[in-house]
């Protein structure tokens, strides 16, 4: 089954606890991404990925680190947490076209931070 | 960058029918469609391309007007079952050819018997 997938689902910790959030896809799809959802704000990209070793900032990336090391994994790092950055995050692909292929998403991630 | 959707809010009765905008300041290339139901991820409706092209999905349809940098979704005799947060998405080509696709902030849909 093709699918994004994410863990942990759910992650109480405290501040300044270094985490990270996994995420991995079997499409062999080119682009990943990760976002945060907050209420009001829709959902607003941190990171992105056109393929592996090569990323780029979204427009909330203050605070997080990501990796492309292989194709199929984007793992989204969070070096000290912030409460912040208390938010459900959704990591999501979709293949590499002009325009006109769709995004996958991930189940998500609700993160607490104490 | 983010495209602005509205009504924020809609709350219809089973049957009626609703109209969500979406704009956006940059020039649009694609705007992808998407509905999230409370609790779950987003699942994609729909893609539309430049052209001012239509497209339809059950009796959820939009269309895509790149002069004014608009598209709107609309869903006609509304179901219980089209209840959710509705997102439009915009592509921004960024350099070495990157394709940055970005959310509006969600209108959410309430439909009751």
């Known amino acids: 089954e093709a699918q994004v997938t994410q863990n942990p689902r759910y992650l109480i910790t405290v501040t300044g606890k270094k985490l990270t959030v996994t995420c991995s896809q079997n499409?062999?799809?080119?682009?990943m991404s990760w976002y945060r959802q907050d209420p009001g704000l829709g959902l607003r990209q941190i990171y992105y990925s056109m393929n592996v070793e090569v990323t780029d900032k979204g427009d909330v990336p203050e605070g997080y680190k990501v990796s492309r090391k292989e194709k199929r994994n984007f793992p989204l790092i969070l070096e000290s947490p912030s409460p912040n950055q208390t938010s459900l995050y959704f990591c999501a692909s979709r293949s590499a076209g002009w325009f006109s292929n769709e995004q996958f998403f991930g189940p998500g991630t609700r993160l607490t931070v104490l | 960058q983010q495209p602005v959707q509205s009504p924020q809010a809609v709350i219809l009765r089973e049957g009626e029918d609703a109209v969500i905008n979406c704009s956006s300041s940059k020039a649009l290339y694609s705007v992808h469609w998407y509905r999230q139901k409370h609790g779950e991820a987003p699942v994609f409706l729909m893609i539309?391309?430049?052209?001012?092209e239509q497209k339809g999905h059950e009796k959820i349809s939009a269309s895509f007007n790149e002069k004014k940098q608009q598209s709107s979704l609309y869903l006609t005799a509304s179901q219980l079952s089209y209840s959710g947060t509705y997102f439009c998405?915009?592509?921004?080509?960024?350099?070495?050819?990157?394709?940055?696709?970005?959310f509006g902030q969600g209108t959410r849909l309430t439909i009751n018997p």
């Open positions: 499409m062999n799809h080119e682009y």
């Open positions: 998405g915009t592509v921004i080509l960024r350099p070495q050819g990157a394709q940055k696709l970005v």
């Open positions: 539309l391309l430049k052209g001012g």
